[in-house]
């Protein structure tokens, strides 16, 4: 399909979002890690969050400032295309946070247009916990080249998949999946629980959130690499290829990359059968 041209507006870039405070609690982070399966102890009890649950924060200042990017008559074609986190420290009970996001770029291209936002979330103090890139696409809208930066890259070395993995970690994507995920995120997008309007939408019935995928994934590599230490974990980014359905069993694969500097560095991917439905991963693990 031929894309259409439309104008993303230059002047929203580089202008940070209001500020939105978070408190974290014990119960919210308990909650979270409930919701994505996880195995860790530290995590179900809520004594630091899981590396995914940094979305919490942020979830309210994340979109705010493609407002001032992108034409409002488009919001209906975009799909969260990519998700990369960078790691300062962990998420802690008892921390209040505050979130900003400012969009830095985003290019055109024959199938769809990529925006991408950067996202801080600090602690009171204003020490830097994470920095998060969102790339939002956009289907079949061409904005044209590049404006602006792009997200670091993270692109997996197809070679790697003619190797066995390091480790494979199974999860499996439960019925009620998404109506534990919604409430523990504070994502309340009706395509994960309505099938009605999963269906209007022209799927064949609810789909997980992408972020919760990207959570049973983090665990996987977690557990598998960094002897389930949350600390450990640096920078974590995915590639969100294909749909989740509840009920889906997938398999997360991994493959060790590299290491300098007292860092060591994955590339993994989670699949439905033969099917990906998240690529592009990668991880930094500290040794």
Same mark, same amino acid.
Not at 63 to 85: K, N
Not at 172 to 194: M, N
Not at 254 to 283: K, M, P, Q
């Given at each position: 399909?031929?894309?259409?041209?439309?104008?993303?507006?230059?002047?929203?870039?580089?202008?940070?979002?209001?500020?939105?405070?978070?408190?974290?609690?014990?119960?919210?982070?308990?909650?979270?890690? %409930?919701?994505?399966?996880?195995?860790?102890? @530290?995590?179900?009890?809520?004594?630091? +969050? &899981?590396?995914?649950?940094?979305? #919490? !924060?942020?979830?309210?200042?994340?979109?705010?400032?493609?407002?001032?990017?992108?034409?409002?008559?488009?919001?209906?074609?975009?799909?969260?295309?990519?998700?990369?986190?960078?790691?300062?420290?962990?998420?802690?009970?008892?921390?209040?946070?505050?979130?900003?996001?400012?969009?830095?770029?985003?290019?055109?291209?024959?199938?769809?247009?990529?925006?991408?936002?950067?996202?801080?979330?600090?602690?009171?103090?204003?020490?830097?916990?994470?920095?998060?890139?969102?790339?939002?696409?956009?289907?079949?809208?061409?904005?044209?080249?590049?404006?602006?930066?792009?997200?670091?890259?993270?692109?997996?070395?197809?070679?790697?998949?003619?190797?066995?993995?390091? %480790?494979?970690?199974?999860?499996?994507?439960? @019925?009620?999946?998404?109506?534990?995920? +919604? &409430?523990?995120?504070?994502?309340? #997008? !009706?395509?994960?629980?309505?099938?009605?309007?999963?269906?209007?939408?022209?799927?064949?019935?609810?789909?997980?959130?992408?972020?919760?995928?990207?959570?049973?994934?983090?665990?996987?590599?977690?557990?598998?690499?960094?002897?389930?230490?949350?600390?450990?974990?640096?920078?974590?980014?995915?590639?969100?290829?294909?749909?989740?359905?509840?009920?889906?069993?997938?398999?997360?694969?991994?493959?060790?990359?590299?290491?300098?500097?007292?860092?060591?560095?994955?590339?993994?991917?989670?699949?439905?059968?033969?099917?990906?439905?998240?690529?592009?991963?990668?991880?930094?693990?500290?040794?």
């Amino acid at each position: 399909m031929t894309s259409t041209a439309v104008e993303f507006d230059p002047a929203g870039l580089n202008v940070w979002s209001d500020e939105e405070p978070f408190e974290v609690t014990r119960e919210r982070i308990a909650e979270y890690a %409930a919701a994505t399966n996880d195995p860790i102890e @530290a995590h179900l009890k809520g004594d630091v +969050a &899981p590396p995914i649950f940094g979305i #919490v !924060p942020v979830f309210d200042a994340m979109m705010v400032p493609i407002i001032d990017v992108v034409p409002m008559h488009i919001f209906g074609r975009v799909v969260h295309g990519e998700q990369d986190f960078h790691f300062h420290r962990p998420i802690r009970p008892g921390d209040k946070l505050s979130s900003r996001a400012k969009v830095i770029g985003y290019e055109g291209k024959d199938n769809g247009s990529t925006i991408t936002v950067l996202i801080e979330c600090r602690a009171e103090d204003g020490e830097l916990v994470n920095e998060q890139y969102l790339t939002a696409f956009f289907r079949n809208l061409n904005a044209g080249p590049r404006v602006g930066e792009g997200a670091p890259a993270h692109k997996f070395d197809p070679a790697l998949s003619q190797q066995p993995p390091l %480790a494979t970690v199974p999860a499996h994507v439960d @019925a009620d999946q998404t109506y534990r995920y +919604a &409430p523990a995120s504070g994502d309340p #997008v !009706p395509l994960h629980l309505d099938e009605q309007v999963a269906k209007d939408a022209g799927l064949p019935g609810i789909i997980a959130h992408g972020l919760c995928t990207m959570a049973m994934s983090s665990w996987a590599v977690l557990t598998e690499v960094a002897d389930s230490d949350v600390n450990r974990l640096k920078r974590f980014a995915v590639r969100f290829s294909k749909m989740v359905f509840p009920n889906d069993d997938l398999e997360t694969r991994i493959w060790r990359t590299g290491s300098e500097n007292g860092r060591t560095t994955y590339a993994f991917e989670t699949g439905r059968g033969t099917d990906l439905v998240l690529s592009d991963g990668l991880a930094v693990v500290a040794d």
